[in-house]
């Protein structure tokens, strides 16, 4: 790995934050250049040991996408079976547990990607015709959020 630290044209005489830092640099294994990038010091042998260092790596490798089997929406929003109960909306389909199954819900994407597809469904519009309102809870295969239109 390496480490380079700029700025090094103004460090005061008597600081020892270069010596410390070269210290911890060499003690993690690493390589530290001194540079300044405003007077060009040490920039192009930073960047010829960068260079033979990326010349080095091995080649990338190249992966072919795997096959994602595609869930196709229903065309009819009376797909679902939805249940209310109070200010919950219990929905189930068997296109709903394949679709949650395939979702990472830790992934923003993701999760766009679920809402699009709830969309493109019918669901949110069946809710709508349905009486659902702003802060209802709605229940996806275990999976609840908030309504918000």
Known sequence: MVVAANKIDLLPPDSDNL??????????????FEISAGTTEGTK?????????LRSLPPVTIYEPEYVEVI????????????HYGSTWLVTSPWLERLVGGINFEDYESRNYFDQQLRKAGLFARLEEMGIQDGDTVDVCDLEFEYQR
């Open 19 to 32: 010596t410390r830092l070269r210290e911890a640099v060499e003690a993690a294994g690493c390589e530290l």
């Open 45 to 53: 042998t930073l960047m010829c040991v960068v260079a033979q260092k």
């Open 72 to 83: 196709e929406a229903p065309t009819d929003a009376s797909a679902f079976e939805i249940e």
